[in-house]
């Protein structure tokens, strides 16, 4: 089994992806709280388990080694026992316990599972006031008891993100980049990470591009490998041009990246648009999806090294979209196939749905949500191969087959 992480394109034969099966996780999605969980729905998690099992069933099919996110942390504690106990107090300071008193008492009860899938998944779920024992003493005042009320009945938020592993931490080469996330609900998930990239005896050794301590927010789904010496990176609502810019100055100046250049994308401010792959992915060596609502549209960066160790230049690109893209990528021409056909409404529908969200296992095979028909037909017109997936609870997350996925390791093309 090979160790570390090899990741230089989007299209490369996907030989290993880590995913993480949805949990209890969904269990704990309170539906007055979902907007702050940033959801928009409940999913029913047991047939958005199914869903996710097909899927990777669909990529195991490929020939794809599939890790499970909550896997790799366990085999961590496992080979690392006193990584649990550093992993649970970072964990405590960050879970926004509702209630001085639940500190002592959460402690106790995730101490007593014993198991540490078991540990690592209900860190996940997150914990309901009704889990935890709360010792009446003397010195507990009434006072106290009533500041640790509040109207949620969760102590600690669940992390129902969690299945789309694309975010939290990108790889860009043989590194990765561990983010900060631009939420405190999602920012938690990228402890997970840490501990992974920290302690893992397959991926402690990786070089790290960006630290979740970094002072700006970015995010995976923002990040695509075009190339081995080209990366791009949305500048949107998740991930600050400031993030770029300490990005660019670790991997041209601080580390042993080969990555030479990298774009900039600006795209709308938008829940349709969050990051840079809900606008467009690479799908074959010259073929993208793309939102047609942002065609034409996009002002692109172009980011090298300066002059002096440390300085990173920037310049506006004057060209189109298309022409940007063939340049990057080093054919003659691309072609930018529309989510929705085009469509206006099939567009918007299917774009809400992750249309222009395809994951690649090869060049010229995609997966794809099942359910976004119009999109889908347009695919199989201009000579893609399919692996369709059903999608009716997991889409409920506002992610596709590429937010639940992060590969470990592509070929090169």
Known sequence: ??????????????????????????????????????????????????????????????????????????????????????FLDQYLQEAGIKGKLF?????????????????????????????????????????????????????????????????????VGTGVNLNRMYSVTRNRETLYGKFIFKYHPDYKDVSLYYRRGSAFHTEGGDVLNINEKTLAVGISQRTQAAAIDVMAQNIFWNSDSKIERILAFDIPVSRAFMHLDTVFTQIDYDKFTIHPAIMGTLR???????????????????????????????????????????????AAREQWNDGSNTLCVSPGKICVYQRNTVTNDVLYKEGLELLVVPSAELSRGRGGPRCMSMPFWREDI
């Open 103 to 171: 500190v002592p008492a959460v402690r106790e009860k995730l101490n007593s599972i014993k198991d540490n899938l078991e540990f690592v998944k209900k860190t996940m779920a997150g914990l309901t006031k009704s889990e935890v024992e709360l010792p009446l003493t003397s010195s507990v005042t009434l006072d106290s008891m009533v500041n640790s009320e509040s109207e949620s009945d969760l102590i600690i938020d669940p992390m129902p993100n969690l299945y789309f592993t694309r975010d939290p931490f990108a790889v």
């Open 300 to 346: 692109v960066y172009d980011l090298t090294a300066g002059k002096n160790p440390g300085d990173v230049s920037i310049k506006v690109m004057e060209d189109s979209l298309e022409h940007i893209l063939a340049d990057a990528t080093g054919q003659p021409a691309v072609k930018l196939i529309p989510c929705g056909g085009g469509d206006p409404i099939a």
């Open 1 to 86: 089994m090979t160790k570390g992480l090899h990741v230089t394109s989007e299209i490369g034969t996907l030989k290993k992806v880590c995913l993480h099966r949805p949990g209890e996780e969904l269990l704990n999605l309170p539906p007055d709280e979902l907007e702050r969980l940033l959801f928009d729905d409940v999913p029913f998690l047991e047939v958005a388990q199914q869903e996710h099992d097909t899927f990777a069933q669909t990529l195991r099919d490929q020939g794809v080694e599939v890790l499970y996110l909550e896997e790799l942390v366990a085999q961590v504690f496992d080979a690392v026992p006193e990584a649990r106990d550093e």
